[in-house]
């Protein structure tokens, strides 16, 4: 089958890769349909982690079962699925609390927590290909409606659109309130609709490229370019110098300086610091993890940063963290999008053959020509 690849930093292929084939009895075989590009993969692609050549990307994926295990028991040959970019067990003490983002099961690396097509996430290929394994399949695939209503806003159940509401839950938005979200890429902009969705009174997202600022504003929410200057500066002025309620950092150790020039991995978090009044509570779905980003410390380079530690202590902030576990979120996500009080497929801005992704790639990476978000068709041929 045909399968986008990893090659070597900045560089991914199309190639041909072996059938994936039932494992174990609760597998199935799904023929994908739709595979988002994740901002997650750049970390890959930039060569930022220790992915091999070879390993298949893509975690976010939906398409229709074409093979069914002898012991799966409520899934048939032609269901229309997506899957959670967390594969888990749905037996282990961690899942059976809800948190399927940290299944114990799953990893024989050590990790807690499994994902397809991720770097010491598992063996599990990626779905940016014609067909995927899904193990433990009664629990890691939702059902959807059949045909090809709403596929890209289903397609975003996957990942950014739990992980966006999953900022939200870990920040505790409450209806009325106030929220600065860090970050207008694919899950600051989730996490924005989250926020309105949950009632929010006015969301502020920061960032500094004009496509997504516009993109905030279309949905309800009040821009800030930091690139014209400091953000908490700007956002304070707006609350009547109190700050808000809540704040998400949907950006992680990739947070730029203002001209954008060079990295500084604490910046987002210790504005968040700032930004938020005191007895708020900061979400972190953006991911920070050790990587090798250039121009940082040895200390970052590590996964350690210069927090202002002392900062949050004063003003008596909560901090909640971690990645999304999908399977809390994805089914009642699903049923508002079913019924239409949600449309998270605003943000895709390009649909495209399986062949393109290696152009795709290169485009989102550099943030060019509107690539916001995009969804890789497998079934469509050039």
């Not at 799953?106 to 940016?128: E, L, T």
């Not at 969705?197 to 006015?202: D, P, Q, S, V």
């Amino acid at each position: 089958m045909r399968a986008v690849v990893y090659l070597k930093p900045f560089e991914v292929g199309v190639e041909e890769v072996p059938d994936p084939r039932i494992e174990q009895p609760n597998d199935v075989i799904v023929r994908i349909t739709s595979a988002c590009i994740c901002g997650s993969d750049l970390h890959m692609y930039e060569g930022r982690t220790a992915a091999e050549p070879g390993i298949v990307f893509g975690h976010e994926n939906l398409g229709v079962i074409e093979e069914v295990g002898s012991g799966v028991t409520r899934l048939e040959q032609g269901d229309r699925v997506v899957m959670p970019f967390n594969v888990a067990c749905g037996f282990c003490k961690n899942c059976l609390a809800g948190n399927t983002g940290f299944c114990l099961t799953v990893n024989p690396s050590g990790f807690a927590g499994g994902a397809y097509g991720y770097v010491a996430m598992g063996p599990y290929p990626g779905g940016q290909a014609e067909y995927l394994r899904v193990p433990y399949a009664d629990f890691n695939c939702l059902p959807l409606p059949p045909g090809t209503d709403h596929e890209a806003d289903y397609a975003l159940l996957a990942d950014i659109f739990p992980t966006g509401y999953h900022g939200c839950e870990l920040a505790g938005v409450s209806p009325g309130e106030t929220v600065a979200v860090y970050g207008a890429g694919p899950v600051g902009l989730m996490a924005a609709y989250s926020a309105l969705l949950r009632g929010a009174a006015r969301v502020f997202v920061v960032d500094r490229v004009p496509e997504r600022l516009a993109k905030a504003a279309e949905i309800g929410a009040i821009p800030v370019d930091f690139s014209q200057g400091d953000p908490v500066a700007q956002i304070k002025e707006q609350t009547g110098g109190e700050g808000t309620d809540k704040g998400i950092d949907a950006v992680g150790y990739q947070a730029t300086t203002r001209d954008g020039d060079r990295e500084e991995p604490a910046t987002v978090l210790n504005q968040l610091v700032q930004t938020v009044r005191p007895t708020g509570a900061l979400g972190v779905p953006g991911l920070y993890v050790p990587s090798d980003p250039g121009g940082v410390d040895e200390h970052a380079r590590q996964g350690m940063l210069l927090v202002a530690i002392g900062t949050l202590f004063e003003k008596g902030l909560r901090v909640g963290t971690g990645q999304a576990n999908v399977k809390r979120y994805n089914r009642q996500l699903r049923d508002m999008i079913t019924e239409g009080r949600a449309k998270p497929g605003f943000i895709v801005s390009h649909e495209l053959p399986l062949e393109e992704a290696p152009l795709a790639y290169q485009k989102f990476d550099r943030r060019v020509e509107g690539y916001t978000k995009v969804i890789l068709k497998p079934d469509t041929i050039l």
